[in-house]
Protein backbone atom coordinates (compact mmCIF):
# COMPACT_ATOMS: atom_id res chain seq x y z
CA UNK A 1 0.00 0.00 0.00
CA UNK A 2 1.00 3.35 -0.70
CA UNK A 3 0.65 6.81 1.10
CA UNK A 4 1.36 10.24 0.70
CA UNK A 5 2.92 12.57 3.19
CA UNK A 6 2.08 16.45 2.43
CA UNK A 7 3.66 19.12 4.41
CA UNK A 8 1.25 21.94 4.39
CA UNK A 9 1.66 25.66 4.30
CA UNK A 10 3.22 26.04 0.54
CA UNK A 11 1.93 28.19 -1.56
CA UNK A 12 1.61 26.85 -5.13
CA UNK A 13 2.86 28.78 -8.04
CA UNK A 14 4.14 28.19 -11.43
CA UNK A 15 2.70 26.46 -14.51
CA UNK A 16 1.32 22.84 -14.61
CA UNK A 17 -0.23 21.08 -17.96
CA UNK A 18 -3.34 18.86 -17.91
CA UNK A 19 -3.54 15.24 -18.86
CA UNK A 20 -6.21 13.60 -21.09
CA UNK A 21 -9.68 13.24 -19.71
CA UNK A 22 -9.93 10.06 -17.37
CA UNK A 23 -13.90 9.64 -18.43
CA UNK A 24 -13.57 10.59 -21.97
CA UNK A 25 -11.04 7.93 -22.07
CA UNK A 26 -12.53 4.73 -20.29
CA UNK A 27 -15.30 5.55 -23.27
CA UNK A 28 -13.05 5.51 -25.92
CA UNK A 29 -10.71 2.59 -25.67
CA UNK A 30 -14.02 0.15 -25.18
CA UNK A 31 -15.23 2.26 -28.58
CA UNK A 32 -12.71 0.78 -30.30
CA UNK A 33 -14.07 -2.27 -30.34
CA UNK A 34 -16.37 -1.10 -32.79
CA UNK A 35 -14.19 -1.80 -35.69
CA UNK A 36 -12.29 -3.85 -37.78
CA UNK A 37 -8.78 -1.43 -37.94
CA UNK A 38 -6.29 0.78 -35.92
CA UNK A 39 -7.48 3.13 -33.95
CA UNK A 40 -4.37 5.68 -32.72
CA UNK A 41 -5.09 7.42 -29.65
CA UNK A 42 -3.00 10.31 -28.32
CA UNK A 43 -3.13 12.25 -24.65
CA UNK A 44 -4.84 9.16 -22.84
CA UNK A 45 -4.30 9.73 -19.56
CA UNK A 46 -1.51 7.49 -17.45
CA UNK A 47 -3.62 5.88 -14.56
CA UNK A 48 -4.13 3.23 -13.37
CA UNK A 49 -8.24 2.78 -14.55
CA UNK A 50 -6.90 3.22 -18.32
CA UNK A 51 -4.30 0.78 -17.62
CA UNK A 52 -6.68 -1.67 -15.98
CA UNK A 53 -9.03 -1.55 -19.02
CA UNK A 54 -6.31 -2.31 -21.82
CA UNK A 55 -5.44 -4.86 -19.93
CA UNK A 56 -9.15 -5.96 -19.93
CA UNK A 57 -9.37 -5.28 -23.84
CA UNK A 58 -5.47 -7.41 -24.29
CA UNK A 59 -7.24 -10.27 -22.75
CA UNK A 60 -10.02 -9.83 -24.83
CA UNK A 61 -7.72 -10.57 -28.08
CA UNK A 62 -7.20 -6.62 -28.76
CA UNK A 63 -3.69 -5.72 -30.31
CA UNK A 64 -2.38 -2.57 -28.21
CA UNK A 65 1.05 -0.91 -28.95
CA UNK A 66 1.86 1.71 -26.56
CA UNK A 67 4.23 4.91 -28.23
CA UNK A 68 5.68 6.50 -25.44
CA UNK A 69 3.41 7.46 -21.94
CA UNK A 70 0.29 8.62 -23.75
CA UNK A 71 -0.05 7.41 -26.98
CA UNK A 72 -1.17 4.00 -28.19
CA UNK A 73 -3.02 1.96 -31.60
CA UNK A 74 -5.34 -0.52 -30.72
CA UNK A 75 -6.54 -2.66 -32.96
CA UNK A 76 -9.65 -4.91 -32.06
CA UNK A 77 -10.01 -6.82 -36.01
CA UNK A 78 -9.38 -10.44 -33.97
CA UNK A 79 -11.14 -9.63 -30.86
CA UNK A 80 -13.39 -12.77 -29.81
CA UNK A 81 -16.42 -12.00 -27.44
CA UNK A 82 -14.28 -13.84 -24.69
CA UNK A 83 -16.21 -12.40 -21.26
CA UNK A 84 -13.47 -10.16 -19.55
CA UNK A 85 -11.66 -10.82 -16.72
CA UNK A 86 -14.05 -10.49 -13.61
CA UNK A 87 -11.43 -9.67 -11.61
CA UNK A 88 -10.19 -7.16 -13.47
CA UNK A 89 -13.63 -6.23 -14.59
CA UNK A 90 -15.03 -5.56 -10.62
CA UNK A 91 -12.35 -3.31 -10.42
CA UNK A 92 -13.97 -0.24 -12.19
CA UNK A 93 -17.07 1.32 -12.99
CA UNK A 94 -16.22 2.44 -16.60
CA UNK A 95 -15.85 -1.74 -17.85
CA UNK A 96 -19.85 -1.67 -18.53
CA UNK A 97 -19.01 0.24 -21.77
CA UNK A 98 -18.46 -3.19 -22.38
CA UNK A 99 -21.71 -4.28 -22.74
CA UNK A 100 -22.60 -1.29 -25.19
CA UNK A 101 -19.27 -1.63 -27.40
CA UNK A 102 -19.86 -5.84 -27.46
CA UNK A 103 -23.50 -5.42 -28.00
CA UNK A 104 -22.60 -3.24 -30.96
CA UNK A 105 -19.99 -5.26 -32.40
CA UNK A 106 -21.11 -8.85 -31.58
CA UNK A 107 -24.46 -8.73 -31.20
CA UNK A 108 -24.23 -9.76 -27.44
CA UNK A 109 -22.83 -9.18 -24.53
CA UNK A 110 -22.00 -11.05 -21.03
CA UNK A 111 -20.19 -8.88 -18.18
CA UNK A 112 -19.97 -8.81 -14.89
CA UNK A 113 -21.50 -6.14 -12.82
CA UNK A 114 -19.18 -2.86 -12.30
CA UNK A 115 -17.15 -1.64 -9.68
CA UNK A 116 -15.88 2.00 -9.20
CA UNK A 117 -16.80 4.44 -6.23
CA UNK A 118 -18.67 3.35 -3.52
CA UNK A 119 -21.07 6.05 -3.04
CA UNK A 120 -24.55 5.02 -3.33
CA UNK A 121 -26.44 2.63 -5.12
CA UNK A 122 -25.48 3.54 -8.74
CA UNK A 123 -28.13 1.62 -10.45
CA UNK A 124 -28.13 0.70 -14.37
CA UNK A 125 -31.68 0.53 -14.79
CA UNK A 126 -31.17 3.59 -17.71
CA UNK A 127 -28.41 1.41 -19.44
CA UNK A 128 -30.69 -1.71 -19.58
CA UNK A 129 -33.71 0.32 -20.72
CA UNK A 130 -31.55 1.74 -23.59
CA UNK A 131 -30.12 -1.74 -24.34
CA UNK A 132 -33.78 -3.80 -24.74
CA UNK A 133 -35.13 -0.67 -27.08
CA UNK A 134 -32.58 -1.37 -29.47
CA UNK A 135 -34.10 -4.78 -29.51
CA UNK A 136 -31.64 -6.69 -26.86
CA UNK A 137 -32.90 -8.87 -24.14
CA UNK A 138 -30.97 -8.35 -21.14
CA UNK A 139 -30.70 -10.25 -17.73
CA UNK A 140 -28.62 -10.09 -14.71
CA UNK A 141 -27.56 -13.38 -12.92
CA UNK A 142 -25.12 -14.16 -10.77
CA UNK A 143 -23.43 -10.82 -11.07
CA UNK A 144 -23.08 -11.13 -14.29
CA UNK A 145 -25.09 -8.59 -16.93
CA UNK A 146 -25.91 -10.44 -20.12
CA UNK A 147 -27.48 -9.03 -23.07
CA UNK A 148 -28.43 -10.92 -26.82
CA UNK A 149 -29.91 -9.02 -29.86
CA UNK A 150 -30.19 -12.68 -32.07
CA UNK A 151 -31.77 -10.75 -34.70
CA UNK A 152 -29.74 -7.83 -34.31
CA UNK A 153 -30.27 -4.61 -32.82
CA UNK A 154 -32.14 -1.54 -34.54
CA UNK A 155 -33.15 2.25 -34.10
CA UNK A 156 -35.15 3.63 -30.76
CA UNK A 157 -36.28 6.46 -29.52
CA UNK A 158 -34.97 6.22 -25.84
CA UNK A 159 -35.92 8.59 -23.07
CA UNK A 160 -33.59 8.75 -19.92
CA UNK A 161 -35.22 9.51 -16.65
CA UNK A 162 -32.17 11.32 -15.59
CA UNK A 163 -29.33 12.51 -18.11
CA UNK A 164 -26.67 9.31 -16.66
CA UNK A 165 -23.29 10.01 -18.37
CA UNK A 166 -23.18 6.38 -18.65
CA UNK A 167 -26.23 5.31 -19.49
CA UNK A 168 -25.64 8.15 -22.63
CA UNK A 169 -22.29 6.69 -23.56
CA UNK A 170 -23.08 2.70 -23.50
CA UNK A 171 -26.16 3.85 -25.37
CA UNK A 172 -24.90 5.61 -27.81
CA UNK A 173 -21.95 2.85 -28.30
CA UNK A 174 -24.65 0.45 -28.63
CA UNK A 175 -26.66 2.49 -31.39
CA UNK A 176 -23.70 3.07 -33.47
CA UNK A 177 -23.81 -0.29 -34.66
CA UNK A 178 -28.12 -0.88 -35.01
CA UNK A 179 -29.42 -0.61 -38.18
CA UNK A 180 -31.39 2.33 -38.22
CA UNK A 181 -31.64 5.35 -36.31
CA UNK A 182 -31.53 6.28 -32.55
CA UNK A 183 -32.29 9.80 -30.56
CA UNK A 184 -31.06 9.62 -27.19
CA UNK A 185 -33.63 12.24 -24.96
CA UNK A 186 -32.20 13.38 -22.00
CA UNK A 187 -29.33 12.84 -22.57
CA UNK A 188 -26.45 13.88 -20.39
CA UNK A 189 -24.10 16.85 -21.89
CA UNK A 190 -20.88 16.26 -20.25
CA UNK A 191 -17.68 17.02 -22.47
CA UNK A 192 -16.52 13.15 -22.18
CA UNK A 193 -19.64 12.44 -23.72
CA UNK A 194 -18.94 15.25 -26.62
CA UNK A 195 -15.43 13.65 -26.78
CA UNK A 196 -17.20 9.89 -27.42
CA UNK A 197 -18.99 11.12 -29.83
CA UNK A 198 -16.68 13.05 -31.84
CA UNK A 199 -14.33 9.53 -31.72
CA UNK A 200 -17.09 7.56 -32.72
CA UNK A 201 -17.48 10.12 -36.31
CA UNK A 202 -13.92 10.13 -36.92
CA UNK A 203 -13.97 6.30 -37.20
CA UNK A 204 -16.87 6.74 -39.82
CA UNK A 205 -19.74 6.76 -37.36
CA UNK A 206 -22.40 9.67 -37.21
CA UNK A 207 -23.72 10.81 -33.92
CA UNK A 208 -24.83 14.81 -34.18
CA UNK A 209 -25.96 16.65 -30.88
CA UNK A 210 -23.55 15.06 -28.50
CA UNK A 211 -23.89 18.12 -25.96
CA UNK A 212 -26.99 18.50 -25.73
CA UNK A 213 -29.96 16.93 -24.08
CA UNK A 214 -30.96 14.74 -27.54
CA UNK A 215 -28.17 13.10 -29.46
CA UNK A 216 -29.27 11.66 -32.96
CA UNK A 217 -27.06 8.27 -34.01
CA UNK A 218 -27.19 6.72 -37.39
CA UNK A 219 -26.18 3.46 -37.29
CA UNK A 220 -24.96 0.33 -38.96
CA UNK A 221 -22.77 2.38 -40.93
CA UNK A 222 -19.15 1.58 -42.79
CA UNK A 223 -16.58 2.04 -39.97
CA UNK A 224 -12.50 1.91 -39.72
CA UNK A 225 -9.58 2.93 -37.73
CA UNK A 226 -8.53 6.47 -36.94
CA UNK A 227 -6.38 8.74 -35.50
CA UNK A 228 -7.89 10.75 -32.29
CA UNK A 229 -6.58 12.77 -29.34
CA UNK A 230 -8.47 12.74 -26.03
CA UNK A 231 -9.13 16.13 -24.00
CA UNK A 232 -8.08 17.30 -21.33
CA UNK A 233 -9.47 16.22 -17.64
CA UNK A 234 -11.84 18.83 -16.63
CA UNK A 235 -12.18 17.34 -13.20
CA UNK A 236 -8.47 17.23 -12.83
CA UNK A 237 -8.01 20.97 -14.18
CA UNK A 238 -10.92 21.55 -11.37
CA UNK A 239 -8.66 19.90 -8.89
CA UNK A 240 -5.87 21.97 -9.56
CA UNK A 241 -7.76 25.01 -10.00
CA UNK A 242 -9.14 24.63 -6.16
CA UNK A 243 -5.54 23.48 -4.87
CA UNK A 244 -4.15 26.78 -6.26
CA UNK A 245 -6.90 29.06 -4.80
CA UNK A 246 -6.81 26.53 -1.39
CA UNK A 247 -3.08 27.28 -1.04
CA UNK A 248 -3.09 30.98 -1.69
CA UNK A 249 -0.97 30.34 -4.72
CA UNK A 250 -0.31 31.77 -7.99
CA UNK A 251 -1.08 28.87 -10.75
CA UNK A 252 -1.07 28.66 -14.74
CA UNK A 253 -3.12 25.71 -15.46
CA UNK A 254 -2.06 25.04 -19.24
CA UNK A 255 -4.14 22.27 -22.19
CA UNK A 256 -7.37 22.92 -20.18
CA UNK A 257 -10.62 24.70 -21.42
CA UNK A 258 -12.06 27.07 -19.69
CA UNK A 259 -15.32 26.53 -21.39
CA UNK A 260 -15.60 23.50 -19.49
CA UNK A 261 -14.83 24.76 -16.26
CA UNK A 262 -17.76 27.50 -16.05
CA UNK A 263 -19.49 26.43 -13.09
CA UNK A 264 -16.27 26.37 -10.91
CA UNK A 265 -14.74 29.40 -12.25
CA UNK A 266 -18.03 31.42 -11.26
CA UNK A 267 -17.97 30.10 -7.24
CA UNK A 268 -14.12 30.81 -7.07
CA UNK A 269 -14.80 34.24 -8.42
CA UNK A 270 -17.59 34.80 -5.59
CA UNK A 271 -15.05 33.56 -3.33
CA UNK A 272 -13.04 35.92 -3.70
CA UNK A 273 -10.00 34.12 -5.70
CA UNK A 274 -8.88 35.47 -9.29
CA UNK A 275 -9.05 33.15 -12.28
CA UNK A 276 -8.08 34.67 -16.15
CA UNK A 277 -8.93 32.62 -18.67
CA UNK A 278 -7.94 35.72 -21.08
CA UNK A 279 -4.10 33.98 -21.34
CA UNK A 280 -4.48 31.57 -24.73
CA UNK A 281 -7.90 29.17 -25.33
CA UNK A 282 -6.77 26.58 -23.80
CA UNK A 283 -5.09 27.79 -20.18
CA UNK A 284 -6.71 29.21 -17.26
CA UNK A 285 -4.66 31.61 -14.42
CA UNK A 286 -5.88 30.64 -10.70
CA UNK A 287 -4.78 33.38 -8.06
CA UNK A 288 -5.84 33.99 -4.38
CA UNK A 289 -4.51 35.68 -1.40
CA UNK A 290 -6.58 33.13 1.00
CA UNK A 291 -9.80 35.42 2.20
CA UNK A 292 -12.45 33.29 0.76
CA UNK A 293 -16.23 34.11 1.74
CA UNK A 294 -18.45 31.23 2.21
CA UNK A 295 -21.00 29.99 -1.07
CA UNK A 296 -23.37 27.57 -1.39
CA UNK A 297 -22.69 24.40 -3.85
CA UNK A 298 -25.51 22.87 -6.02
CA UNK A 299 -24.26 19.80 -7.76
CA UNK A 300 -25.89 19.40 -11.32
CA UNK A 301 -25.00 17.12 -14.97
CA UNK A 302 -23.15 20.03 -17.13
CA UNK A 303 -22.98 22.74 -17.60
CA UNK A 304 -23.80 22.52 -13.06
CA UNK A 305 -21.48 22.47 -10.75
CA UNK A 306 -20.16 18.63 -11.31
CA UNK A 307 -20.39 16.41 -8.48
CA UNK A 308 -16.63 15.27 -9.07
CA UNK A 309 -14.94 18.70 -8.10
CA UNK A 310 -18.40 18.52 -4.58
CA UNK A 311 -15.34 17.10 -2.78
CA UNK A 312 -12.45 19.20 -3.51
CA UNK A 313 -14.39 22.08 -3.19
CA UNK A 314 -15.93 21.25 0.59
CA UNK A 315 -12.28 21.18 1.61
CA UNK A 316 -11.44 24.83 0.22
CA UNK A 317 -14.91 25.83 1.61
CA UNK A 318 -13.94 23.96 4.71
CA UNK A 319 -11.60 27.39 5.90
CA UNK A 320 -13.85 30.00 3.86
CA UNK A 321 -15.20 33.00 6.42
CA UNK A 322 -18.58 31.83 7.11
CA UNK A 323 -20.78 28.63 7.22
CA UNK A 324 -21.58 26.99 3.00
CA UNK A 325 -23.95 24.63 2.34
CA UNK A 326 -23.38 22.06 -0.13
CA UNK A 327 -26.17 19.97 -1.53
CA UNK A 328 -25.52 17.03 -3.79
CA UNK A 329 -27.65 15.97 -5.60
CA UNK A 330 -26.10 13.26 -7.99
CA UNK A 331 -25.35 10.65 -5.26
CA UNK A 332 -26.67 9.79 -2.42
CA UNK A 333 -23.42 9.11 0.14
CA UNK A 334 -20.16 11.69 -1.18
CA UNK A 335 -19.65 13.11 2.01
CA UNK A 336 -17.71 10.58 3.70
CA UNK A 337 -14.41 12.67 3.19
CA UNK A 338 -15.55 15.21 5.67
CA UNK A 339 -15.50 12.72 8.51
CA UNK A 340 -11.78 12.71 7.27
CA UNK A 341 -11.07 16.82 7.35
CA UNK A 342 -13.06 16.79 11.09
CA UNK A 343 -10.34 14.83 12.08
CA UNK A 344 -8.12 17.98 10.55
CA UNK A 345 -10.04 20.90 12.67
CA UNK A 346 -12.78 21.03 10.08
CA UNK A 347 -16.64 21.67 11.50
CA UNK A 348 -19.74 20.18 9.35
CA UNK A 349 -22.88 18.25 9.54
CA UNK A 350 -24.13 15.99 7.20
CA UNK A 351 -27.85 15.74 6.61
CA UNK A 352 -28.68 12.85 4.04
CA UNK A 353 -27.39 14.59 0.85
CA UNK A 354 -26.78 18.44 2.21
CA UNK A 355 -23.35 19.26 4.23
CA UNK A 356 -23.26 21.97 6.35
CA UNK A 357 -19.81 23.53 6.34
CA UNK A 358 -18.65 26.49 8.83
CA UNK A 359 -15.42 27.75 8.04
CA UNK A 360 -12.63 27.77 10.76
CA UNK A 361 -9.34 29.39 10.49
CA UNK A 362 -7.26 26.93 9.68
CA UNK A 363 -6.88 22.57 9.30
CA UNK A 364 -4.15 20.91 11.27
CA UNK A 365 -2.59 18.27 9.45
CA UNK A 366 -3.16 14.49 10.92
CA UNK A 367 -3.14 10.68 9.47
CA UNK A 368 -6.44 10.87 6.86
CA UNK A 369 -7.64 8.22 4.95
CA UNK A 370 -8.90 8.37 1.05
CA UNK A 371 -12.01 6.22 0.63
CA UNK A 372 -12.58 6.98 -3.41
CA UNK A 373 -10.74 8.71 -6.02
CA UNK A 374 -12.20 12.42 -5.73
CA UNK A 375 -12.06 11.80 -1.55
CA UNK A 376 -8.42 11.29 -1.93
CA UNK A 377 -7.89 14.64 -4.15
CA UNK A 378 -9.99 16.41 -1.52
CA UNK A 379 -7.44 15.30 0.91
CA UNK A 380 -4.20 15.75 -0.76
CA UNK A 381 -5.21 19.68 -1.17
CA UNK A 382 -6.38 19.69 3.00
CA UNK A 383 -3.03 18.81 3.62
CA UNK A 384 -1.70 21.59 1.08
CA UNK A 385 -3.33 24.02 2.73
CA UNK A 386 -3.29 23.10 6.53
CA UNK A 387 -0.49 23.42 8.93
CA UNK A 388 1.71 20.85 9.63
CA UNK A 389 2.14 17.11 8.03
CA UNK A 390 -0.74 15.11 6.65
CA UNK A 391 -0.39 11.62 5.93
CA UNK A 392 -2.68 10.66 3.55
CA UNK A 393 -3.69 6.30 3.38
CA UNK A 394 -4.99 4.25 0.04
CA UNK A 395 -3.43 6.54 -2.55
CA UNK A 396 -4.44 3.57 -5.03
CA UNK A 397 -7.97 5.55 -5.37
CA UNK A 398 -6.13 8.70 -6.55
CA UNK A 399 -3.66 6.80 -8.97
CA UNK A 400 -7.25 5.32 -10.49
CA UNK A 401 -8.15 8.97 -11.71
CA UNK A 402 -4.64 11.18 -11.70
CA UNK A 403 -1.66 11.18 -13.79
CA UNK A 404 1.43 11.15 -11.42
CA UNK A 405 -0.31 14.00 -9.21
CA UNK A 406 2.40 14.48 -6.67
CA UNK A 407 4.83 15.13 -9.57
CA UNK A 408 2.72 17.92 -10.91
CA UNK A 409 2.08 19.32 -7.05
CA UNK A 410 5.80 19.08 -6.76
CA UNK A 411 6.58 20.99 -9.92
CA UNK A 412 4.43 23.60 -7.96
CA UNK A 413 6.27 23.93 -5.30
CA UNK A 414 3.96 21.41 -2.85
CA UNK A 415 5.67 19.63 -0.24
CA UNK A 416 4.41 15.93 -1.15
CA UNK A 417 6.04 12.24 -0.46
CA UNK A 418 5.00 9.26 -1.93
CA UNK A 419 5.86 6.45 0.41
CA UNK A 420 4.94 2.65 0.77
CA UNK A 421 2.33 2.82 3.79
C1 LIG B 1 -19.99 9.11 -14.39
O1 LIG B 1 -20.51 8.11 -13.52
C2 LIG B 1 -18.55 9.33 -13.96
N1 LIG B 1 -17.79 8.10 -14.13
C3 LIG B 1 -18.49 9.78 -12.51
O2 LIG B 1 -17.13 10.14 -12.24
C4 LIG B 1 -19.34 11.05 -12.34
O3 LIG B 1 -19.39 11.36 -10.97
C5 LIG B 1 -20.75 10.81 -12.88
O4 LIG B 1 -20.70 10.35 -14.24
C6 LIG B 1 -21.59 12.10 -12.86
O5 LIG B 1 -20.96 13.08 -13.63
C7 LIG B 1 -17.32 7.79 -15.37
O6 LIG B 1 -17.52 8.54 -16.32
C8 LIG B 1 -16.53 6.53 -15.49
P1 LIG B 1 -24.42 8.79 -14.00
P2 LIG B 1 -21.93 7.39 -13.89
O7 LIG B 1 -24.88 7.60 -14.74
O8 LIG B 1 -21.99 7.18 -15.35
C9 LIG B 1 -28.23 7.60 -11.42
C10 LIG B 1 -15.09 10.11 -11.13
O9 LIG B 1 -14.77 10.53 -10.01
N2 LIG B 1 -28.41 6.54 -12.41
O10 LIG B 1 -24.44 10.13 -14.68
O11 LIG B 1 -22.10 6.25 -12.97
C11 LIG B 1 -27.00 7.38 -10.57
O12 LIG B 1 -27.29 6.56 -9.46
C12 LIG B 1 -16.39 9.35 -11.29
O13 LIG B 1 -14.45 10.30 -12.19
C13 LIG B 1 -29.54 5.73 -12.33
O14 LIG B 1 -30.37 5.88 -11.43
O15 LIG B 1 -22.93 8.56 -13.47
C14 LIG B 1 -26.65 8.78 -10.14
O16 LIG B 1 -27.48 9.12 -9.04
C15 LIG B 1 -17.10 9.16 -9.98
N3 LIG B 1 -29.70 4.74 -13.25
C16 LIG B 1 -27.06 9.63 -11.33
O17 LIG B 1 -27.96 8.84 -12.10
C17 LIG B 1 -28.80 4.53 -14.26
O18 LIG B 1 -29.01 3.62 -15.08
C18 LIG B 1 -25.90 10.03 -12.23
O19 LIG B 1 -25.24 8.85 -12.60
C19 LIG B 1 -27.66 5.37 -14.32
C20 LIG B 1 -27.48 6.37 -13.40
Known amino acids: MIKYIVQGGTRLSGHVNISGAKNAAVAILPASLLVDGVCRIENVPDISDVRLLLEILRNMGANIRRFGRNTLEIDCSHVRNATAPIDLVR ?19 RVAMPGGCNFGVRPIDQHIKGFEALGAKVSTDRGMISAEAPDGLHGAEIYLDMPSVGAT ?12 NTTIVN ?7 VDLA ?18 RIRGGRPMHGCTYAVIPDQIETGTLMIAAAATRGDVLIRGALPTHMEALTA ?3 EMGAHVDEGIGEDSIRVRSDGNHRHVNIKTLPYPGFPTDLQQPMSVLLSTARGTSI ?27 RIAIIEGVPKLVGCPVTATDLRAGAALVIAGLMAEGVTDIYNVHFID ?4 HLEDKLRSLGAQIERLPA
Open 198 to 215: NFINAMGGSVKGAGTDTI
Open 400 to 403: RGYE
Open 169 to 180: INIMLAATKAQG
Open 187 to 193: AGKEPHI
Open 91 to 109: RIRASYYLIGAELGRFGHA
Open 267 to 269: KLL
Open 326 to 352: INETIFEMRFKHLEEIRRMGGISQIND
